[in-house]
């Protein structure tokens, strides 16, 4: 816990990971040493549910620059869709 | 220092201790086949969890002629792969520095039983596992000597430190009973150079006996050889070397 920089929200989906699809409770955003990613430090992505246990998760790592460019493109889709569903 | 005509042998095994609250927790254990009696050192995992390196690091320091053991500090957070159950500590705020210290105190405890044991113990610790081993030597009275490898968060802002941590380690370093090996990387950002330098004045003040030993050209993790980004060779063999001949002087 070098940072300490570490964000938890509540949420409504699925995610895919090795075991199949699972409904998706929570998200896990920080920012720390990385597992995988070849940088000192990543934004961390965990979409979880804590009521299946640690494995239920689908995980990111992505540099600063790459996770500014993905909420840029999900607020661009987003917005998008508000046009096609207020439409 | 290995004899080419002598046997050799260790055992190294998953184990479980009484840890903080009477918790029994998982721990990771190792150590040479003889009656000994042999040093021991008390392994605090990093950030990224209870995982392979800290497996390896374990064996490595049986190897060495050390009682190892490696306690998985994140067990009460679930089982699992070490990435998943780090994932979900780390969304937690980490874990309690109490219970951190808890922890430590009932390996203490068993390694010190151990009829192979030389009434010598050294923790031994990296990112936040380094903050963790100075933590617990300041805290308790129960170590020969402290090696403490980039641990990050020692020194803390005053409004850095949360209800689980909180009171930054550097702040405890007037009840420091052993002598300190320190390892840090001249590119870390955590510790940086700055944090290193409060850490080493706070020693100073304090009268501790230390060493520190600052390597340019390596960043955050240089001893991890899994991780190619961190690892960086010329300073992970003089640091490795470093270690041992700490071990040598504090535990023998």
Not at chain 2, 60 to 66: K, L, P, S, T
């Amino acid at each position: 816990m070098c940072t300490m920089i570490a964000e938890k929200v509540e949420l409504t989906g699925s995610a895919k990971g090795p075991q199949g699809w699972f409904r998706v409770a929570q998200a896990y955003i920080g920012y720390d040493h990385p597992v995988h990613a070849d940088e000192e430090h990543a934004l961390s992505l965990d979409f979880v549910n804590e009521d299946l246990g640690p494995a239920a998760r689908v995980a990111v790592e992505l540099d600063r620059h790459t996770a500014r460019t993905l909420i840029e493109r999900i607020q661009a889709a987003l917005d998008e869709a508000d046009r096609y569903e207020d439409a | 220092m290995i004899d080419t005509g002598a046997y050799e042998g260790m055992i190294a095994e998953t184990t479980v201790i009484v840890g903080h609250a009477g918790d029994h927790i998982n721990a990771y254990m190792a150590r040479p086949l003889g009656p000994g009696p042999y040093p021991a050192v008390l392994v605090f995992h990093h950030l990224p969890g209870w995982d392979r390196w800290y497996r390896e690091t374990t064996r490595r320091f049986a190897a060495e002629g050390y009682l190892a053991i490696c306690p998985d500090l994140y067990h009460r957070q679930g089982t699992g792969q070490p990435d998943d159950v780090a994932a979900k500590v780390r969304a937690e705020g980490g874990v309690a520095d109490d219970q951190v210290v808890g922890d430590a105190q009932g390996c203490v405890d068993l390694l010190r039983a151990l009829p192979q044991s030389n009434g010598k113990v050294a923790g031994f610790g990296t990112c936040s596992g380094g903050r963790h081993a100075y933590l617990a030597a300041c805290r308790l009275d129960a170590f020969d000597g402290l090696i403490n490898c980039w641990g990050g968060r020692i020194v803390t802002d005053a409004d850095d430190v949360t209800e689980k941590q909180p009171v930054a380690p550097v702040d405890y370093t007037a009840d420091l009973s052993c002598p300190v090996l320190g390892l840090f990387g001249n590119e870390d950002s955590s510790p940086s150079p700055e944090h290193v330098d409060a850490l080493e004045e706070a020693l100073k003040t304090h009268g501790k006996a230390y060493e520190f030993h600052r390597y340019d050209g390596a960043g955050h993790g240089f001893f991890y050889d899994d991780r190619p980004a961190a690892y960086h060779a010329a300073s992970a063999v003089d640091g490795w070397a470093k270690v041992w001949h700490f071990l040598q002087r504090t535990t023998a």
